[in-house]
């Protein structure tokens, strides 16, 4: 399996621009998780899916960050429109089932978003 | 609410033994783990243990936990340059027992 793959690795964009960043999980996993890490925050969950379906958007920051997961290999996360703080790496990762297992979650590389 | 707390830095020496903390508070976590991230790459599951155990040993790596205290250890030891990286703590928690991770701790091994 190659495992979870997320496109594209570095985004450079202008303040205002529409952002979208894109996910593919491993096959058969049903949980799909969007996180952002900045040095100031550390790691925070976005937001969670389990088989397609939106579970918890709390950690969304505001209306301008938006998630799909049209079918279970796909997934993006979009910004309209972004701003030079919401520059962070974003990951994506997927797991069996939404936790408890051995088997933890699966972390793509990231996308290095840098909005200027 | 859930937290997971760990001291964000620590440096050892090549060949000592490394030794990283991490403090967690939902008593019916059944997994706890260590994620390990280097520059520039994605968090990577290094170990886990399971809730009804104290101990787990994994080549280099050893990993305590004390329940009561609710205190879980990653132990490297002869610590190798190449075990510099961001190493993040996890337990699972909330009505999902999803992922709740630390700030990470970034461990330097000086030569």
């Known amino acids: 399996d190659a495992g979870v793959i997320q496109s594209p690795r570095h985004e450079v964009t202008e303040m205002g621009q529409e952002v979208t960043l894109r996910c593919k999980p491993i096959?058969?996993?049903?949980?799909l998780f969007w996180y952002r890490q900045t040095m100031m925050r550390g790691l925070e969950l976005l937001i969670y899916?389990?088989?397609?379906?939106?579970?918890?958007d709390s950690g969304m920051p505001e209306d301008r960050f938006s998630a799909k997961m049209p079918n279970a290999s796909f997934s993006t996360l979009k910004i309209q429109p972004s701003e030079p703080r919401d520059s962070a790496v974003y990951f994506c990762?997927?797991?069996?089932?939404?936790?408890?297992?051995?088997?933890?979650?699966?972390f793509g590389s990231g996308t290095r978003l840098t909005v200027v | 609410g859930e937290d997971v707390e760990q001291s964000l830095f620590l440096s050892v020496r090549e060949g000592d033994s490394s030794v990283i903390n991490c403090t967690y508070t939902?008593?019916?976590?059944?997994?706890l783990y260590w994620y390990k991230q280097e520059p520039g790459a994605g968090l990577q599951l290094l170990t886990y243990?399971?809730?009804?155990?104290d101990m787990k040993q994994d080549q280099r790596l050893t990993v305590l936990l004390n329940k009561k205290d609710k205190h879980l250890s990653l132990r490297i030891a002869d610590t190798q340059t190449g075990d510099s990286a961001i190493y993040f703590c996890?337990?699972?928690?909330?009505?999902?027992?999803?992922?709740?991770f630390g700030s990470g701790t970034q461990l330097t091994v000086l030569p």
């Open positions: 990762a997927s797991s069996p089932e939404t936790g408890g297992l051995s088997s933890g979650y699966t």
């Open positions: 096959s058969g996993h049903n949980s």
């Open positions: 899916f389990n088989n397609n379906v939106p579970i918890d």
């Open positions: 939902d008593s019916s976590s059944t997994y």
């Open positions: 243990i399971f809730s009804n155990m």
């Open positions: 996890a337990e699972t928690s909330g009505s999902a027992r999803q992922l709740t």
